[in-house]
T-cell receptor, first 115, second 118 residues
Framework: GESVGLHLPTLSVQEGDNSIINCAYSNSASDYFIWYKQESGKGPQFIIDIRSNMDKRQGQRVTVLLNKTVKHLSLQIAATQPGDSAVYFCAENRGLTGGGNKLTFGTGTQLKVEL | DAEITQSPRHKITETGRQVTLACHQTWNHNNMFWYRQDLGHGLRLIHYSYGVQDTNKGEVSDGYSVSRSNTEDLPLTLESAASSQTSVYFC?????????????????FGAGSRLTVL
């Protein structure tokens, strides 16, 4: 079967430190991966994505690393701020026979930023 | 500004009643999706649509239906609400069906509708 899961359900970091949120996936046919951030009472919000033919992609204060050998995805947040406190989801996308795509979400990691 | 809105934001209903959750987007996106979010399960796909008059079942479609009569709206109907359908429901939309890696399949989510079935 296929699954997308996170190694740590809760991650606590000090303000200013770097955060690393991990995600394991099992479907080698997935062609890209997406990270979403969900703040309390809100819908998920896109952070960054990465294609399966890449191993690293950088955004503003965030970096996503993809290791296809071990089917591992990580989100790194530099200089973590209180506003980064949220649940982070990874999601994998794969194309379907006949067209269309399927997006499978992980269960989420709660990031808590301590002052 | 373009947006995606859900209503109602909170709803309490009784077992057996029909409930409809509204989703309206002004992004002019072809694709629209309904997910439910439950602790321990993440987001699970209920139904989705790639355009007007197109609807498809997701992984947890039993007890739910959708219709797509225009680009902007995808209402989700619970035909006979059950306590197992107590959840937070998210509507989402995206631009392209097949473009990959360009960000075109990135979902834009609504703020969610919390449904409690007593």
């Amino acid at each position: 079967g296929e699954s997308v899961g996170l190694h740590l359900p809760t991650l606590s970091v000090q303000e200013g430190d770097n955060s690393i949120i991990n995600c394991a996936y099992s479907n080698s046919a997935s062609d890209y991966f997406i990270w979403y951030k969900q703040e309390s009472g809100k819908g998920p919000q896109f952070i960054i994505d990465i294609r399966s033919n890449m191993d690293k992609r950088q955004g503003q204060r965030v970096t996503v690393l993809l290791n296809k050998t071990v089917k591992h995805l990580s989100l790194q947040i530099a200089a973590t701020q209180p506003g980064d406190s949220a649940v982070y989801f990874c999601a994998e996308n794969r194309g379907l026979t006949g067209g269309g795509n399927k997006l499978t979400f992980g269960t989420g990691t709660q990031l808590k930023v301590e002052l | 500004d373009a947006e995606i809105t859900q209503s109602p934001r909170h709803k309490i209903t009784e077992t057996g009643r029909q409930v409809t959750l509204a989703c309206h987007q002004t992004w002019n996106h072809n694709n629209m999706f309904w997910y439910r979010q439950d602790l321990g399960h993440g987001l699970r796909l209920i139904h989705y649509s790639y355009g007007v008059q197109d609807t498809n079942k997701g992984e947890v479609s039993d007890g739910y239906s959708v219709s797509r009569s225009n680009t902007e709206d995808l209402p989700l109907t619970l035909e006979s609400a059950a306590s197992s359908q107590t959840s937070v429901y998210f509507c989402a939309s995206s631009e392209s069906r097949t473009a990959l890696g360009s960000g075109a399949n990135v979902l834009t989510f609504g703020a969610g509708s919390r449904l409690t079935v007593l």
